[in-house]
């Protein structure tokens, strides 16, 4: 069985801590849009493209430090991620009568998902030579 070393622990626990602010934020931008009558759908996709330069920066900045700029590939990741979330939104509003849960629930689920890609696709360390 291959040992979890202590590096990846800590930045696991950097994009849950930094990934908490980025939720907060985008939670804020969907749950304000749906208090002010945007519908559902409508209110993650804004969300999601209004967090997206927020999410670049801190996760660039703040996790994975040790990459280089990945802004396209980013792009591309959140564009994944933001079908990967509708998903997640959809199935979570079957059945989960309240859509503010029902965000809540989508955007936990894809954190998962999110991780993998930012670590392995976007902000992968290159080797040199």
Do not use: C, D
Request: proline fraction near 3%; glycine fraction near 8%; aromatic fraction near 16%.
């Amino acid at each position: 069985m291959r040992r979890i070393s202590v590096p990846l622990i800590l930045e696991i626990v950097r994009y849950y801590m930094v990934g908490a602010v980025n939720a907060a934020f985008g939670y804020s931008l969907f749950a304000l849009m749906v208090w002010a009558g945007v519908g559902v759908y409508v209110a993650q996709a804004l969300a999601h493209l209004m967090g997206m330069a927020f999410n670049y920066m801190t996760y660039s900045r703040h996790v994975f430090r040790e990459a280089g700029p990945a802004k396209l590939r980013f792009l591309g990741s959140y564009g994944i991620n933001y079908l990967i979330s509708l998903g997640f939104l959809a199935l979570a509003s079957r059945f989960v009568p309240s859509p503010y849960l029902a965000g809540l629930i989508a955007i936990v689920l894809t954190s998962v998902v999110n991780y993998v890609m930012l670590k392995f696709m976007v902000f992968a360390v290159r080797s040199e030579g």
